[in-house]
């Protein structure tokens, strides 16, 4: 019954791997989010998608690309992975409204060694 | 662009203290505000959230915020703490642009 369910939770993997991060929601909310947590607990966002299209692009590295199959996925795909990319990565969905808030999945917390 | 600022980057209070933690907004046009809480080791949850109307706002576990235009404030209150409060706070704001921005996030311990 989980509404934004992302896996794994944990990831753990060497330097110069390519991992991905799949996330699930089924509120059938119109746009996803993947937003990228540092260790200061800063929250920044790195991509939204609206109905399968890009809607926001921010100036992460393009290491990192989203894919989203259909409107209730969205996953992260992230290539050579570098110890800067360790944080913990939040999937989020939200209906088009703005009344409305962001419903968080629970995170992933990657770890770069 | 829009952008939250949060003045305390970490509060500790006692049990039993009033909380009140500041959330300043810059934006030009209208915005929608929200406060999220994250407990230790979980994911963001929704606190409360401003649009329109009554300026001041009640969320869950006792918590509410007003809205002052004027002062592009949406201030966090709560007037007595309890242990289980000591979370990390988020202020955030979404614009026309449909986009949420976060603020940096304040820590609050609430000693027993």
């Known amino acids: 019954d989980t509404a934004v369910s992302q896996t794994p939770k944990y990831l753990v993997t060497q330097m110069g791997n390519d991992k991905s991060i799949k996330c699930e929601q089924n509120?059938?909310?119109?746009?996803m989010y993947w937003y990228k947590q540092d260790s200061k607990k800063f929250l920044k966002i790195m991509f939204s998608y609206n109905n399968k299209e890009l809607i926001i692009n921010e100036t992460v590295p393009n290491r990192f690309s989203p894919k989203s199959p259909d409107k209730a996925h969205l996953n992260l795909h992230i290539n050579s992975l570098e110890l800067g990319d360790s944080a913990v990565y939040f999937c989020?969905?939200?209906?088009?409204?703005?009344?409305?808030?962001?419903?968080f999945g629970s995170g992933t917390r990657l770890t770069v060694v | 662009a829009q952008s939250v600022s949060q003045h305390n980057h970490h509060v500790i209070l006692s049990e039993a203290a009033s909380l009140e933690l500041g959330c300043n907004y810059s934006?030009?046009?209208?915005?929608?505000l929200f406060w999220y809480v994250q407990y230790p080791g979980q994911h963001l949850q929704l606190l409360l959230k401003?649009?329109?109307?009554?300026?001041l706002v009640k969320g869950i576990k006792g918590f509410e915020a007003e809205f002052i235009k004027s002062k592009f404030s949406f201030n966090l209150r709560k007037p007595s703490v309890q242990w289980s409060d000591t979370a990390e706070y988020f202020c955030a704001v979404r614009g026309n642009n449909n986009d949420m921005r976060f603020g940096a996030g304040t820590r609050l311990t609430v000693k027993p």
């Open positions: 401003y649009f329109s109307g009554d300026p």
């Open positions: 934006y030009g046009g209208t915005v929608n």
């Open positions: 989020a969905s939200s209906p088009q409204a703005r009344l409305a808030g962001y419903t």
């Open positions: 509120l059938g909310h119109d746009t």
